[in-house]
């Protein structure tokens, strides 16, 4: 069954969305780039806080736009994990050395922390092929979630449909949880949960189209209604304007 992640770009965002139930609450400020980082003190602070909840979602919390460099992404990532979150989000674009980051993040998974790759689908090639999936597993990574680095426009005008549910075959071959995001909107959920990820994730559909506005909690109620209750067999026709996420 698909689930559904929602950002959230500080502490307060939560209890707006909470309602709604979203399956992972991902830690992540949208004035800060594509995976712009919380302060790593607010965020064990949220893990403190929701440690006790019954049925909490977990959390995600991301490391931040960093270089291609193991020097810059291993010391984010390790920073992260200390939180107690749970699951690392990392960004891995093809310029750089992303084989040199994910082999130096080995023995992090190793000592158990659940990384997460996140891929640009706006900045690696449309085919699964091309994608450093088998890497991933080989290092121990958890999940490979496709985003997108710009948000002007959404997942599904980077990738086709065929593509996207190609990505989400290979993942599971390799045993890794797999994602869905990237300026998402509703009338994109029955065609995407067709393609069976494990989450698509959400943040300007949640906040009434513009990511850096605040969670509205009616849009957020309305993507949740949608991803539990809308049949997943007929994909919906393609909705011209963009919403950013």
């Not at 977990?58 to 994990?81: E, F, K, N």
């Not at 979150?85 to 980051?101: L, N, Q, S, T």
Request: charged residues 20%; negative net charge.
């Amino acid at each position: 069954m698909t689930g559904w992640l929602a950002s959230v770009a500080d502490a307060a965002e939560i209890s707006l969305v909470l309602p709604a139930g979203p399956n992972i609450l991902d830690l992540k400020d949208p004035n800060a780039g594509a995976l712009g980082a919380w302060d790593p003190e607010d965020i064990a602070l949220v893990v403190q806080d929701m440690a006790n909840m019954p049925r909490r979602p977990r959390l995600s919390a991301t490391i931040g736009d960093q270089p291609m460099r193991p020097d810059a992404v291993v010391p984010a990532a390790r920073r992260i994990a200390g939180t107690g979150v749970d699951f690392v989000k990392i960004g891995f674009a093809p310029d750089g050395a992303p084989d040199r980051c994910i082999d130096a993040l080995a023995p992090l998974a190793a000592e158990g922390a659940k990384l997460i790759a996140v891929l640009f689908a706006d900045l690696w090639p449309g085919d699964p092929c091309c994608l450093p999936i088998d890497r991933l597993a080989a290092a121990g990574f958890r999940g490979v979630m496709l985003d997108t680095a710009g948000k002007r426009q959404g997942l599904r005008h980077h990738w086709q449909d065929d593509q996207l549910g190609s990505f989400v075959c290979c993942a599971r071959a390799h045993r890794l949880l797999t994602g869905l995001a990237g300026s998402l909107r509703v009338a994109d959920i029955p065609a995407l949960m067709a393609l069976s990820p494990d989450y698509l994730g959400f943040r300007g559909a949640l906040c009434g189209g513009e990511r850096t506005a605040g969670i509205d909690p009616q849009a957020a109620s309305k993507v949740a209604a949608c991803v539990a209750g809308l049949p997943t067999a007929t994909p919906p026709p393609r909705q011209p304007e963009p919403v950013r996420s």
